[in-house]
């Protein structure tokens, strides 16, 4: 079984920073992708940044500049580095990586539980 679990998120206000974590555990035998998204209220999820097993990057137009995605493949971990934060940027954030669990199994999505970021203004 593969697990993510997220930790870092919480109450800022608004200019200020926090940084997300996400650890995968259990039977990996590769990770392709690894990624954040995020859901406000009544809004659907959306993609804020990705990062390949390569390094490459992606990022939302919205996030572009104040955001930075990093991974330790060492330890199968995610960051997300979110600065200048504004209230719009409040949602629950959640990390995402598609996983080959076993050499001859194929590649699946996972999920975290996703962590509550609070930005006051």
């Known amino acids: 079984q593969v697990q993510l679990v997220e930790s870092g998120g919480g109450l800022v206000q608004a200019g200020g920073s926090l940084r997300l974590s996400c650890a995968a555990s259990?039977?990996?035998?590769?990770?392709?992708?690894m990624a954040w998204y995020r859901q406000a209220p009544g809004k659907q999820r959306d993609l804020v940044a990705s990062?390949?097993?390569?390094?490459?990057?992606a990022y939302a137009d919205s996030v572009k500049g104040r955001f930075t995605i990093s991974r330790d493949n060492t330890k199968n971990t995610v960051y997300l580095q979110m600065n200048s934060l504004k209230p719009e940027d409040t949602a629950v954030y959640y990390c995402?990586?598609?996983?080959?669990?076993?050499?001859?199994?194929?590649?699946?999505?996972?999920w975290g539980q996703g962590t509550q970021v609070t930005v006051s203004s």
């Open positions: 995402s990586a598609l996983i080959q669990p076993y050499s001859n199994y194929p590649r699946q999505n996972y």
């Open positions: 259990g039977s990996i035998f590769s990770i392709n992708v």
């Open positions: 990062v390949h097993s390569g390094g490459s990057t």
